[in-house]
């Protein structure tokens, strides 16, 4: 098979155009309609554009849930040990100290597996159909240190859109939030304690978590 390939790179995407005398493989792509100059066996040409996004943290945090950002917009939690913050949206109520019982929405999401959400509170009904948020008392160590130093210098009403590295994010598999979803619990964790890869080193990239977090109310 003749192939001539004709490719313009960019950072975020690489375009090429396909010349072949054969049928190209079948993907997902749009072809435009095959030209033919005769009824013999003159060749057939098609063109194909494909477009390839970096898989980035960049891309992974425009993905929404809230809005676009990119990684250049975070900023570093004080005393967060490598925390990464962004606030989407500004509270006005007052903000949470150890002790307080807090209650936040949030959605989260793994970055070794493509920005994968493995669970949100908005998921998670009552009777009514209202969403649960999730309660707990910061500073009592039950939680992902990366959520409670996200949380401790939020605002009641207040959106913060945090990267936590692995070192701040799960250290075993009863820390919370835990997917109530068995499949998802154990997806999340299969995955961040991989025993093949954390021996091949790749510990430091397992367990990046990507969390967006509304401080909903708190109870001193």
């Known amino acids: 098979m003749l192939l001539a390939i004709?490719?313009?790179?960019?950072?975020?995407?690489?375009?090429?155009?396909?010349?072949?005398?054969?049928?190209?493989?079948?993907?997902?792509?749009?072809?435009?309609?095959?030209?033919?100059?005769?009824?013999s066996a003159a060749s057939r040409r098609r063109t194909l554009l494909v477009s390839i996004?970096?898989?980035?943290f960049s891309t992974l945090l425009l993905s929404s849930p809230s809005k676009s950002a990119i990684i250049t917009d975070f900023f570093d939690?004080?005393?967060?040990?490598?925390?990464?913050?962004?606030?989407?949206?500004?509270?006005?109520?007052?903000?949470?100290?150890d002790g307080d019982q807090v209650a936040i929405h949030y959605y989260g999401r793994l970055a070794a597996k493509q920005g994968w959400r493995f669970d949100s509170t908005y998921d998670h009904k009552d009777g009514t159909g209202e969403p649960i948020p999730f309660v707990?008392?910061?500073?009592?160590?039950?939680?992902?240190?990366?959520?409670?130093?996200?949380?401790?210098?939020?605002?009641?009403?207040?959106?913060?859109?945090?990267?936590?590295?692995?070192?701040?994010?799960?250290?075993?598999?009863?820390q919370e939030p835990i997917p109530p979803n068995?499949?998802?619990?154990?997806?999340?964790?299969?995955?961040?304690?991989?025993?093949?890869r954390l021996a091949n080193g790749e510990g430091s990239t397992l367990g990046t978590l990507l969390f967006d977090i509304e401080l909903v109310s708190l109870r001193h």
């Open 53 to 56: 996004t970096a898989t980035t």
């Open 77 to 97: 939690l004080p005393n967060s040990g490598g925390v990464k913050a962004l606030d989407l949206r500004a509270g006005t109520g007052p903000t949470p100290v």
């Open 136 to 174: 707990f008392t910061l500073g009592s160590g039950k939680v992902i240190s990366g959520i409670e130093s996200a949380v401790r210098s939020m605002k009641v009403g207040g959106t913060r859109r945090v990267i936590i590295p692995p070192s701040q994010g799960y250290q075993n598999t009863w």
């Open 182 to 196: 068995f499949f998802d619990r154990q997806r999340l964790f299969t995955t961040i304690f991989n025993p093949t």
């Open 6 to 39: 004709h490719c313009n790179a960019s950072p975020l995407s690489l375009r090429c155009l396909r010349r072949t005398h054969s049928s190209p493989p079948i993907i997902s792509a749009t072809f435009p309609h095959p030209l033919s100059s005769s009824s």
